[in-house]
Nanobody, 120 residues
Framework: QVQLVESGGGSVQPGGSLRLSCAAS????????MGWYRQAPGRERELVASISSGGRIMYADSVKGRFTISRDNTKTTVHLQMDTLKPEDTAVYYCYSMVITPSFEVLELWGQGTLVTVSS
């Protein structure tokens, strides 16, 4: 069984920083894309940032220049460094990964979600 486990999140004042991490574990052959989505109350889930196994990075326009996505050397953990946070960044953040198992099954996985609250 393969799963994603998120950590980080919490409450911070506007202008502050938070760091989210997401680790994939289980029977994994390789991992293609990893990324972060978020969903604010009353809004649809939206892509925040993603990074491919080859290092290609994409950011939502709303977070460019403030958020930084990275993967560790094992390629199984993704981080999201969030700086200069704004109240509109408040949302539940979900880790996403496309995992290939040793039997070459492709799994689209989601983390459990972690709440980020930006408020004074």
């Amino acid at each position: 069984q393969v799963q994603l486990v998120e950590s980080g999140g919490g409450s911070v004042q506007p202008g502050g920083s938070l760091r989210l991490s997401c680790a994939a574990s289980g029977s994994i052959f390789s991992i293609d894309n990893m990324g972060w989505y978020r969903q604010a109350p009353g809004r649809e889930r939206e892509l925040v940032a993603s990074i491919s196994s080859g290092g290609r990075i994409m950011y939502a326009d709303s977070v460019k220049g403030r958020f930084t996505i990275s993967r560790d050397n094992t390629k199984t953990t993704v981080h999201l460094q969030m700086d200069t946070l704004k109240p509109e960044d408040t949302a539940v953040y979900y880790c996403y990964s496309m995992v290939i198992t040793p039997s070459f099954e492709v799994l689209e996985l989601w983390g459990q979600g972690t709440l980020v609250t930006v408020s004074s």
